[in-house]
């Protein structure tokens, strides 16, 4: 199974951008510890090196101020562009 063939954002995978604001990534920022505490809770489930090697980088890399900044910079982005919006992710 592939995860382009289980999406539910209406395939963001092939418009980037566009429907996302600045109030959307904040909300969908809000909510990192989710994914962080998932990473983390498999690490302790699985003996795979590969797998606790790449899944601690990812887990600590949204823990890190890199990503922070990073936020931060594509909020103030779509927040020039005029796309503040709302805290949802808009359908098309």
Request: proline letters at 0%; a neutral charge; zero cysteines.
């Given at each position: 199974m592939s995860a382009d063939s289980e999406e539910v954002f209406a395939c963001y995978r092939f418009d980037?951008?566009?429907?996302?604001t600045s109030?959307?990534?904040a909300a969908w920022h809000e909510d990192i510890e989710v994914v962080i505490g998932y990473a983390r809770h498999a690490l302790g489930e699985t003996d795979d090196p590969?797998?606790?090697q790449y899944l601690g980088a990812?887990?600590?890399y949204l823990e890190s101020d890199e990503f922070r900044h990073y936020v931060g910079a594509l909020r103030a982005h779509?927040?020039?562009l005029g796309r503040t919006g709302t805290a949802t992710i808009r359908r098309g």
């Open positions: 980037g951008l566009e429907r996302w109030r959307s990534v590969e797998l606790r990812y887990a600590s779509l927040e020039a």
